[in-house]
């Protein structure tokens, strides 16, 4: 190791507690948490300088809370949520077992289905329910950018695993961004559905006084699902005092927003900066505009969208990208919306999610993504 250059860790040499340095004031300290039935986690807490975020190796590396500057930008989740797979029953559909362990700031959805489960499947897969393999897991980093790679073997409803997952999570020093992406592999010798996606909880307590979503579609084409009451503003986020139950759910098909491939935070990752790819952008900003956390993704790796709210004890305010509707497996092959991978074949995807305090950055992307919704 080169602490001054490039370096690699395994996560055996990681001692708990104890900060691995890195450059240009970046860290990742390895820490030992414990749920609420004495089951052992490992949370992995990387800092480039100026984002912190922790990834939970138990649960499918999802990303579990997110800070800019000292602030927390993900939504703030009693760590009873914090649940090993182990105490999860995700078959459980009628109490949404898998919302019981739901405590993630990205919550990995699928890969063998987005929403609806069936006579198989439960409500959103096991990807986030899917221990990573503990030998698999490096860091590296360089003069300009931290990397966290493992494999996550998908729990499945089987003996043996039909997919498998290889997660690559980016940041470079100083950003207020960070790069996550998704391989999804068969493991098989037959064609296989692959239907992932991600639950993005950005609405930290820069939102408590309200604000909006601003989404790269308009508003009249947003269509609010499960028989839910509707609301004067499809749009709106409810300051901390306003409750609002039972959930709404909107789904959307996003329009491609232009000028997103000339921002930095898109350049600065190679698989972002590939100018093949539409991207698409979604927002949530506060009400006085001064503080704002972001989604970008390519359109090719995730076409549909969706939000989630619901304003109870905690505040959910989500982003969901995704491939498909949230519908059954039976009735997305009824529509066509199903995408496969043939034997021993991979899919990859990828989003950016970001931060900022800054209202001229803030200005200037809500605008990128309102003239698309027109």
């Not at 950003?175 to 996606?197: I, K």
Request: aromatic share 8%; glycine share 8%; charged share 20%.
């Amino acid at each position: 190791m080169d602490n001054k250059g490039i370096g690699h860790l395994a996560l055996a040499q990681l001692l708990p507690d104890i900060p691995q340095v890195l450059p240009e004031d970046g860290q990742v300290t390895l820490e030992l948490v414990t749920d609420l039935f004495g089951s052992q986690m490992r949370v992995l807490r990387i800092s480039n300088g100026r984002l912190l975020f922790t990834v939970i190796l138990e649960r499918g590396m999802d990303i579990g809370e997110i800070w800019l500057d000292a602030e927390k930008i993900s939504w703030e989740r009693d760590e009873q949520y914090l649940l090993h797979p182990d105490h999860v029953d995700l078959s459980d559909n009628e109490h949404s077992g898998w919302d019981s362990g739901f405590y993630a700031a990205v919550a990995a959805i699928g890969p063998e289905i987005f929403g609806t489960p069936d006579e198989v499947r439960t409500v959103h897969g096991t990807g986030s329910y899917s221990p990573a393999l503990l030998e698999s897991v490096r860091i590296t980093w360089d003069e300009q950018q931290i990397c966290l790679e493992g494999k996550v073997p998908v729990r499945g409803y089987g003996q043996a695993p039909v997919y498998d997952k290889i997660i690559r999570i980016v940041t470079r020093y100083g950003a207020a961004d960070l790069f996550r992406e998704d391989t999804v592999r068969n493991l098989t010798d037959s064609v296989q559905p692959v239907d992932d996606g991600y639950h993005i909880q950005l609405a930290g307590g820069f939102m408590a006084g309200g604000g909006s979503y601003v989404l790269p579609v308009h508003p009249g084409s947003m269509l609010l699902r499960d028989s839910a009451p509707p609301e004067e503003d499809a749009l709106a986020v409810y300051d901390s005092r306003t409750r609002l139950d039972p959930i709404r759910c909107y789904q959307y098909v996003p329009q491609p927003v232009a000028g997103l491939s000339d921002l930095p935070q898109v350049r600065n990752y190679q698989a972002a900066a590939d100018g093949s790819q539409a991207l698409t952008a979604e927002m949530l900003v506060n009400t006085g505009q001064d503080a704002a956390a972001y989604v970008i993704r390519s359109l090719q790796c995730y076409p549909r969208s969706l939000i989630a709210k619901r304003a109870t004890g905690d505040n959910m305010y989500a982003l969901e990208p995704c491939k498909t509707r949230p519908n059954s497996m039976k009735q997305k092959m009824i529509d066509g919306e199903v995408v496969y991978l043939g034997p021993y074949s991979q899919c990859s995807g990828w989003i950016i999610l970001g931060a900022s305090r800054d209202p001229q950055e803030i200005t200037g992307l809500a605008e990128l993504i309102r003239r698309a919704a027109k």
